[in-house]
């Protein structure tokens, strides 16, 4: 089976009736770096760097950075690598860091609150992807952004950045910049923000967790509170929909994307890119080569009219795109 998937690898990830999606890879180590291509990725979707925390002692400087940005950037040959700033907080403790302990961290001081709350730490993470931008094609995303206030500050501290690199002498790159939509007021506040973006991301771990209000890490709750909901369904369509409207690319980097179940439904919904799990890569492409787009929008427009979690699981085993 195995081997059957392995010719999809080089494979354009187009429909039969001729829909092209771009399908990247989620990445949350240094070695998976090297693999996505292997896998017939098109890029990196997500590049979660709390991984460089997490095995760290202390806080990789600048340099340290810079350097590692950059040889992921040369493994991908020219290939797209989103970086997503450090998401810390929330179920991604950092031991060394010392965070304030919170009565309830997912709701806390996380993704781009803590950024904001420790602007030194962004500073030179977006000094060094800005000068790894030199070697190839950079995004970078902004994690847990919900207002344009927050999103304002972050672009005020990419320009300090830019400023201090200038003065510093060291050159650097354009990168294009992006959000994870992890919660239902990013989707509200989405307008107002999408002048400021050229991409968004939906994160449909952290979405679902605060649209449901379920706690993403407890077992207990994922099978009845899934990101299957109608609620997540809608939400993720209305982010498509302000997207198509500002014309800004939408990619999905949750969970969700892995499963090549789930594929006609997400592409039929109007996403440009899906970011998914290296193992899961090719199985989700075969899913999207093997289908055609009409029918996976037609499938869409039946899963949106549920309102049951049962019937949606239903629909989704049970359709036949190809
Ligand atoms: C998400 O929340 O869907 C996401 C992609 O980010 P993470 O799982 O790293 O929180
Ligand atoms: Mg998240």
Redesign the pocket.
Known sequence: RRQALTAYKDKPSITQDGHSITLLANVGNLSEVSHVTDVGAQGIG?F?TEFLLMNAKALPNEQQQYKLYSDALHSLQGQVLSVRTF?IGADKEIPYLQQSAEDNPALGIRGIRYSLAHPDTFINQVKAVLRAAIHGQVRLMF?MVSQIEELESAMALIDHAKAQLIEQEKSFGELSYGI?V?TPAAVFNLPSMLPLLDFVSI?????TQYTLAADRTNPHLAKQYPALSPAVIELISMTIAHCKQAKVKVSL???LGSDPQVLPLLVGLGLDEISINPTSLLEVKAALINGRYQDFVTHAQNVKRLTRIDEIRTAINTVNCN
């Open positions: 997500l979660r998401d994690p994870v992890e994160g449909t771990n952290d979405l980097c949750g969970e």
